[in-house]
T-cell receptor, first 110, second 115 residues
Framework: QKEVEQDPGPLSVPEGAIVSLNCTYS??????FMWYRQYSRKGPELLMY????GNKEDGRFTAQVDKSSKYISLFIRDSQPSDSATYLC??????????FGTGTRLTVIP | GAGVSQSPSNKVTEKGKDVELRCDPI?????LYWYRQSLGQGLEFLIY????????KSGLPSDRFSAERTGGSVSTLTIQRTQQEDSAVYLC?????????????FGPGTRLTVL
C-alpha cells in the first residue's frame, strides 16, 4: 500500500467551478502536508502546506487536513484555465523526504 | 536568482548502457534530493544528500543506481546497465536546510527513455 493515495482523475470542470481534490494517507507520523502543482514538462512547485490538522487559505485555494480520518483536501474556488495542471499531494514526517500521491490531472475548460 | 537546473533535459539510451544525470541545486541549499516520476506511480524518493553525504539512500531501487554530490553543490545520479523499466522522469530538488518544514524546490527533470 502506498503511503499516500490519490485519485489520478482526469478531472475536467468548467471555468468558475469549485474544484475539490482529495488524498488519503496511512503514515501516522506525517506532520506536514503539502500540495504541489505541476505543469506539463515542468517540475512540481509548492502551492500550499499545512502543519498537522486544520485549514489554510491562500487566495482562491484552501487546504484542509483531517488527521483523525487521514484525509487531505485542496479546494480551488473560481477555477481558471490557468489552473489546468497536475496536482500532487504529499506528506512529510520529521525526516526529510516527501511521500507523494500519484497526482490528479485537472483541466479547466474556458 | 536561478532555480534548480538539470541536464540533459532528455536522454534516450539503449538497454544496457550507463547514463549520468546532473543536478545543479540553488546556491546555498545544503540539502539535495532525487526523485523518480513514472506514469501511474507518482514521485518516488530515491536519495537525499546533506552536504556531500547521503544519510538516506533507502529509495534507490537497485545497486545499478548510485549518486554522488561534490563540493556541497552539483550532484550526479548514475544508472548502470539501464533497463527499460528505468524509463521515467528523474527530478532533483534542493532545500535550504533539513528537518521541520523546508520547502523543496524542484528542477524541470530529465526525461530518460531506455529503448
Amino acid at each position: 500500500q502506498k503511503e499516500v493515495e490519490q485519485d489520478p482523475g482526469p478531472l475536467s470542470v468548467p471555468e468558475g467551478a469549485i474544484v475539490s481534490l482529495n488524498c488519503t494517507y496511512s503514515n501516522s507520523a506525517f506532520q506536514y502536508f503539502m500540495w504541489y502543482r505541476q505543469y506539463s514538462r515542468k517540475g512540481p512547485e509548492l502551492l500550499m502546506y499545512t502543519y498537522s490538522s486544520g485549514n489554510k487559505e491562500d487566495g482562491r485555494f484552501t487546504a484542509q487536513v483531517d488527521k483523525s480520518s487521514k484525509y487531505i483536501s485542496l479546494f480551488i474556488r473560481d477555477s481558471q484555465p490557468s489552473d489546468s495542471a497536475t496536482y500532487l499531494c504529499a506528506g512529510k514526517t520529521g525526516a526529510n523526504n516527501l511521500f507523494f500521491g500519484t497526482g490528479t490531472r485537472l483541466t479547466v475548460i474556458p | 536568482g536561478a532555480g534548480v537546473s538539470q541536464s540533459p533535459s532528455n536522454k534516450v539510451t539503449e538497454k544496457g548502457k550507463d547514463v549520468e544525470l546532473r543536478c545543479d541545486p540553488i546556491s546555498g541549499h545544503t540539502a539535495l534530493y532525487w526523485y523518480r516520476q513514472s506514469l501511474g506511480q507518482g514521485l518516488e524518493f530515491l536519495i537525499y544528500f546533506q552536504g556531500n553525504s547521503a544519510p538516506d539512500k533507502s529509495g534507490l531501487p537497485s545497486d545499478r543506481f548510485s549518486a554522488e554530490r561534490t563540493g556541497g553543490s552539483v550532484s550526479t545520479l548514475t544508472i548502470q546497465r539501464t533497463q527499460q523499466e528505468d524509463s521515467a522522469v528523474y527530478l532533483c530538488a534542493s532545500s535550504l536546510a533539513t528537518g521541520g518544514f523546508n520547502e523543496q524546490f524542484f528542477g524541470p527533470g530529465t526525461r530518460l527513455t531506455v529503448l
